[in-house]
């Protein structure tokens, strides 16, 4: 009997002896690299003095880094969730605050402090700030937009600072949402680095997409087609978009590693 009782001390002891080296050290890395990954504050200073608030989102050896910019109405709380999902898949990305939005998603802390004009336009300086500070950064650089921003990305791809570093443009249900109808279009066809562009479920929205795409010269271009799609970059978001997000999840995620690797 005696036997037995040590034999179960023994196993008992065995099943609660603390973690081998290698698992200490394996929930060490586990800690290291959530830290390293942890969302960053950040302020920018746009062209003409505007503070920007944005959220960094790093990864561990980033395949390329991601300028996220929401719809109107909304803020960078628009990419909570997006966000992360892109640092899993080696995408490190910035996701501001522009000054034309609003608390759709969470507050934003840019429109808070800023007094000045609201049209759309008027946020192409805090998108200028955030490619500023891509830039210095080092890597390629994505510009990703949702709605009204989506269209400001063509705009922003052909500015002078985005030579040689932008390397690709994603854009979620852009259109011609400015006074000149032909704005997004003519700035479109000087494009020419890879292109993803996709939108609502919608024939309206599917028809101004494939106007604007088809402008771009690029030779890499993609205008992806959703069973089931809704406005902006929500499209992705799987509580506003249950029935359709997994799978425009993997169109995105597809185009985005073929270009990088």
Request: contains cysteine.
């Given at each position: 009997m005696?036997?037995?009782?040590?034999?179960?001390?023994?196993?008992?002891?065995?099943?609660?002896a603390?973690?081998?080296?290698?698992?200490?050290?394996?929930l060490v890395?586990?800690?290291?690299?959530a830290r390293a990954?942890?969302?960053?504050?950040?302020?920018?200073k746009?062209?003409?003095?505007?503070?920007?608030?944005g959220a960094?989102?790093?990864?561990?050896?980033?395949?390329?880094?991601?300028?996220?910019?929401?719809?109107?109405?909304?803020?960078?709380?628009?990419?909570?969730d997006?966000?992360?999902?892109?640092?899993?898949?080696?995408f490190?990305?910035?996701?501001?605050?522009?000054?034309?939005g609003?608390d759709?998603?969470?507050?934003?802390?840019t429109?808070?402090?800023?007094?000045?004009?609201?049209?759309?336009?008027g946020a192409l300086?805090?998108?200028?700030?955030?490619?500023?500070?891509?830039?210095a950064?080092?890597?390629?650089?994505?510009l990703?937009?949702?709605?009204?921003?989506?269209?400001?990305?063509?705009?922003?791809?052909?500015a002078a600072?985005?030579?040689?570093?932008?390397?690709?443009?994603?854009?979620?249900?852009p259109?011609?949402y400015?006074?000149?109808?032909?704005?997004?279009?003519?700035?479109?066809?000087k494009?020419?680095?890879?292109?993803?562009?996709t939108s609502?479920?919608t024939?309206?929205?599917?028809a101004?997409?494939?106007?604007i795409i088809?402008?771009?010269?690029?030779?890499?271009?993609?205008?992806y087609?959703?069973r089931?799609?809704?406005?902006?970059?929500?499209?992705l978001?799987?509580?506003?978009n249950?029935?359709?997000?997994?799978?425009?999840?993997?169109?995105?995620?597809?185009?985005l590693?073929?270009v990088?690797p």
């Amino acid at each position: 009997m005696r036997s037995w009782i040590l034999a179960g001390a023994t196993l008992l002891a065995a099943c609660n002896a603390a973690p081998s080296v290698d698992n200490q050290q394996a929930l060490v890395n586990e800690s290291e690299n959530a830290r390293a990954q942890a969302p960053q504050a950040v302020e920018l200073k746009a062209p003409d003095g505007v503070t920007v608030y944005g959220a960094y989102y790093p990864a561990i050896a980033p395949r390329a880094l991601i300028l996220l910019f929401h719809q109107a109405g909304s803020s960078s709380a628009e990419y909570a969730d997006i966000a992360p999902r892109l640092q899993r898949e080696g995408f490190a990305s910035l996701a501001i605050d522009q000054r034309v939005g609003g608390d759709l998603y969470g507050a934003n802390r840019t429109m808070a402090g800023y007094r000045g004009k609201t049209d759309y336009l008027g946020a192409l300086p805090d998108l200028e700030a955030a490619l500023a500070w891509g830039k210095a950064r080092g890597l390629p650089i994505v510009l990703w937009g949702s709605s009204y921003s989506a269209s400001l990305v063509f705009l922003l791809a052909n500015a002078a600072d985005a030579k040689g570093s932008v390397r690709a443009v994603v854009a979620f249900s852009p259109g011609e949402y400015f006074n000149d109808k032909k704005m997004v279009e003519a700035a479109a066809a000087k494009v020419t680095v890879p292109v993803f562009v996709t939108s609502a479920s919608t024939m309206e929205e599917e028809a101004e997409a494939k106007a604007i795409i088809s402008a771009t010269p690029s030779t890499d271009r993609q205008q992806y087609v959703p069973r089931t799609g809704i406005h902006g970059s929500s499209t992705l978001n799987p509580a506003k978009n249950p029935g359709g997000a997994d799978e425009n999840w993997k169109a995105v995620l597809a185009f985005l590693k073929r270009v990088f690797p």
